[in-house]
C-alpha cells in the first residue's frame, strides 16, 4: 500500500492572499505596515514564522495574539478569497477509491486547515490522517511532519509520495525519505529543482497522472 501526503496551501488551494491579507490587518494593529513580499521567504513553514517573521523583519516582537487575530480575520474571509484549485476534490476522491491512503500534513494551525477543508467541501475524517502545525515541534523543512504523518498511516516513508509547493516542503520531503511532486503555485520550476523533487508541474490535475503511475512501481 502507498500513500499521498498532501501540504495544503498551494496544493489544495490557494490561500495565500487571504493568509497575507489577514496577517497585515493583524500586524498593523500591532503597530507596523508590511507588504505582502515580505511573506515570500516564509511561505510554508507556518503562520508562528509567517507573521512572527515579517514582524521581525519591523523589529517588532512577536506575540501570539498577532497569529491568533490572522486567523479570526481568515476564517471570516475564507469563503471569498480562499481559492480551491480545480479538480482537487475529485482527485482526493479517486486516489482513495484506487486504494492509496491519504494524509493532509500542513504546517498552519488546525483552525486554517478545517476551514480550507470546508472550502474544498470535504472534512478532517474523510483523510486517513491530518497532521497540523501544532501537532509537531519542529516544522518543516525539517521532515518531522510527514514523518509523523507517515507513522499515523501505517505506511514506510519509502512508500510515500508528498504534493508541496514550497522549497522547504520539498526539502523535508527528501529529508523524510520520500518522494515528491513540487507544483509552481509559489516557486519557479527552476527553484523547485534546486531542492530534486520527483516530478515537478504546473497542477495538481498534472499531478495525479504521474501519482498513478509511481503507484504501480
Known amino acids: ?19 497575507k491579507t489577514s496577517s497585515i490587518m493583524s500586524l498593523e494593529r500591532f503597530g507596523i505596515n508590511p507588504t505582502k513580499d515580505d511573506f515570500l521567504e516564509f511561505t510554508g513553514m507556518g503562520e508562528d514564522a509567517f507573521i ?8 517588532l516582537e512577536y506575540d501570539t495574539e498577532m497569529k491568533d487575530y490572522a486567523y479570526k480575520l481568515y476564517v471570516e474571509m475564507a ?8 479538480g482537487v476534490k475529485e482527485i482526493i476522491g479517486k486516489l ?4 492509496f491512503k491519504a494524509a493532509v500534513a500542513s504546517a ?5 486547515v478545517k476551514t480550507n477543508l470546508a472550502c474544498i ?3 478532517v475524517e474523510e483523510f486517513d490522517a491530518v497532521v497540523t502545525g501544532s501537532d509537531v515541534t519542529h516544522k518543516k523543512p525539517d521532515p518531522e511532519i510527514f514523518l509523523k504523518a507517515a507513522d499515523i498511516i501505517g505506511i514506510e516513508p519509502g512508500n510515500c509520495i508528498v504534493l508541496e509547493d514550497a522549497l522547504s516542503g520539498l526539502k523535508a520531503a527528501k529529508s523524510a525519505g520520500m518522494s515528491s511532486i513540487g507544483i509552481t ?23 495525479y497522472s504521474l501519482i498513478v503511475e509511481w503507484g504501480k512501481k
Open 185 to 207: 503555485t509559489a516557486f519557479s520550476k527552476e527553484e523547485m529543482e534546486t531542492e530534486s523533487p520527483d516530478y515537478v508541474v504546473d497542477d495538481i490535475r498534472d499531478a
Open 52 to 59: 512572527g517573521g515579517v514582524a521581525g523583519k519591523y523589529n
Open 79 to 86: 469563503r471569498e478569497k480562499v481559492y480551491v484549485y480545480p
Open 108 to 112: 498552519a494551525d488546525l483552525i486554517k
Open 121 to 123: 467541501g470535504v472534512t
Open 96 to 99: 482513495r477509491g484506487m486504494g
Open 1 to 19: 500500500m502507498k500513500a499521498v501526503i498532501f501540504d495544503m496551501d498551494g496544493v489544495l488551494v490557494n490561500s495565500e492572499d487571504a493568509m
